[in-house]
Nanobody
Framework: QVQLVDSGGGLVQAGGSLRLSCAASGFGGSFSGYTMAWFRQAPGKEREFVAGINWNGRSTHYTDSVKARFTISRDIAKATASLQMNSLKPEDTAIYYC???????????????????WGQGTQVTVSS
């Protein structure tokens, strides 16, 4: 069974850092054929794209509000994806979801509907 498991969320003060991890299982060696992304959803708001990395790690894309603060990466051998979040702000507070799309394109898509698989989410809370 293909599965994504998110972890690493928590409570942090503004200006602090967190590292989210997404462990993929059941891909049968095909993890490298997927684009990986992180989305977030704050209370009362729609789920939004945060960052994505293409199948070979050579292309990344970030939403403007996190550029220069967040870094997405992947480890194909370990079938994991990570999101390093620095200089966190209260407006970054949300549930963060890992997502996967079967694709070997260099283009990282940003719409929720483009992604086939989702993690269960991990809560990130940034206090002011």
């Amino acid at each position: 069974q293909v599965q994504l498991v998110d972890s690493g969320g928590g409570l942090v003060q503004a200006g602090g850092s967190l590292r989210l991890s997404c462990a993929a299982s059941g891909f049968g060696g095909s993890f490298s054929g997927y684009t990986m992304a992180w989305f977030r959803q704050a209370p009362g708001k729609e789920r939004e794209f945060v960052a994505g990395i293409n199948w070979n790690g050579r292309s990344t894309h970030y939403t403007d509000s996190v550029k220069a603060r967040f870094t997405i990466s992947r480890d194909i051998a370990k079938a994991t994806a990570s999101l390093q979040m620095n200089s966190l702000k209260p407006e970054d507070t949300a549930i963060y979801y890992c997502a996967a799309e079967r694709s070997i394109s260099d283009i990282v898509l940003t719409s929720v509907s483009s992604y086939d698989l989702w993690g269960q989410g991990t809560q990130v809370t940034v206090s002011s």
